[in-house]
């Protein structure tokens, strides 16, 4: 990749209290996407700096070069997927990073992108696109991750997989629904025109079906989760079980 950022703000900038507000804003996108990908901030250096409009400034990379690789990519790809009125492969929470107060481009290495003129409207309209209610769903319970992170994954028989994400104190109840049907109730974030939740913040999970499946993923469970057996273990007995008792159901 280049040894500089360089990036320039499309708007004008009306006066030095703008500007500075809307370098700190991009600051913060680099920041929020750099955190969101490799744990870390991706820190820079600011080398030039122009007052004319359009105001375009050079920026060093301070951080490891993987970091700010990571970063600057997935900022060109979701500004692309915005421009476009797509949905972009981002969380909820950095979307409105994305609005730092000015069109912009940006040029990384072989990295171009430019927010067009549609961008501030069409991300907009894309935080107007969710809401939020409460929802009980049902399906089959079959990945769990509490290496990253507290979240698991049910699979509804005729809908798409739903994110569920719980807190330390429903571990057990969630252990126990590995592999087998339950329903999860809680708050729901919907995207409009989807009649599917995406993610679900988990009140309560009840198994109401326990004939096992065998399941996916159990991320960050150890010996301690499963009598003394690991979890590969476990997965292996519950396959077993699975297949000499109920075949592929």
């Given at each position: 990749?280049?040894?500089?950022?360089?990036?320039k703000f499309?708007?004008?900038?009306?006066?030095?209290?703008?500007?500075?507000d809307t370098?700190?804003?991009f600051?913060?996108?680099?920041?929020a996407?750099?955190e969101?990908l490799?744990g870390?901030?991706?820190?820079?250096?600011l080398?030039?700096?122009?007052?004319?409009?359009?105001?375009?400034f050079t920026?060093a990379?301070?951080?490891?070069?993987?970091?700010?690789?990571?970063?600057?990519?997935f900022?060109?790809?979701t500004?692309?997927?915005?421009?476009?009125?797509?949905?972009?492969?981002?969380?909820e929470?950095l979307?409105?990073?994305?609005l730092?107060?000015?069109?912009?481009?940006?040029?990384?290495?072989?990295?171009?992108v430019?927010?067009?003129?549609?961008?501030?409207s069409?991300?907009r309209?894309?935080?107007?696109?969710k809401?939020r209610?409460?929802?009980?769903?049902?399906g089959?319970v079959?990945?769990?991750d509490?290496?990253?992170?507290?979240?698991?994954?049910?699979f509804?028989?005729?809908?798409?997989?739903?994110?569920?994400?719980?807190?330390?104190?429903?571990?057990?109840?969630v252990?126990?629904?590995?592999?087998?049907?339950?329903?999860?109730?809680?708050?729901?974030?919907?995207?409009?025109?989807?009649?599917?939740?995406?993610v679900?913040?988990?009140?309560?999970?009840k198994?109401?079906?326990?004939r096992?499946?065998?399941?996916?993923?159990l991320?960050?469970l150890?010996?301690?989760?499963?009598?003394?057996?690991?979890?590969?273990?476990?997965?292996?007995?519950?396959?077993?079980?699975f297949?000499?008792?109920f075949?592929?159901g």
């Open positions: 990749m280049s040894e500089f950022l360089v990036a499309l708007d004008e900038m009306a006066g030095l209290k703008r500007l500075g370098l700190n804003k600051q913060a996108l680099l920041d996407c750099s969101h490799s870390k901030k991706a820190e820079f250096t080398l030039t700096l122009s007052k004319n409009s359009p105001v375009d920026l990379p301070k951080s490891a070069s993987q970091v700010v690789d990571k970063a600057v990519s900022i060109a790809q500004v692309e997927d915005i421009n476009k009125g797509k949905q972009p492969q981002c969380p929470k979307l409105k990073v994305f730092v107060g000015s069109r912009f481009e940006l040029g990384y290495g072989e990295i171009k430019q927010t067009s003129d549609l961008f501030e069409n991300l309209g894309l935080l107007s696109k809401r209610e409460f929802q009980v769903v049902r089959r079959v990945a769990i509490i290496h990253d992170k507290r979240e698991f994954r049910i509804p028989r005729l809908a798409k997989p739903v994110k569920c994400q719980f807190e330390p104190h429903q571990f057990d109840e252990r126990d629904a590995i592999g087998k049907i339950a329903e999860v109730s809680g708050v729901a974030l919907i995207w409009k025109g989807d009649p599917s939740p995406t679900i913040k988990v009140d309560s999970i198994v109401v079906e326990r096992p499946a065998p399941p996916r993923s991320r960050g150890g010996a301690r989760d499963y009598a003394g057996i690991d979890s590969v273990a476990h997965v292996r007995a519950i396959r077993e079980e297949e000499q008792g075949g592929g």
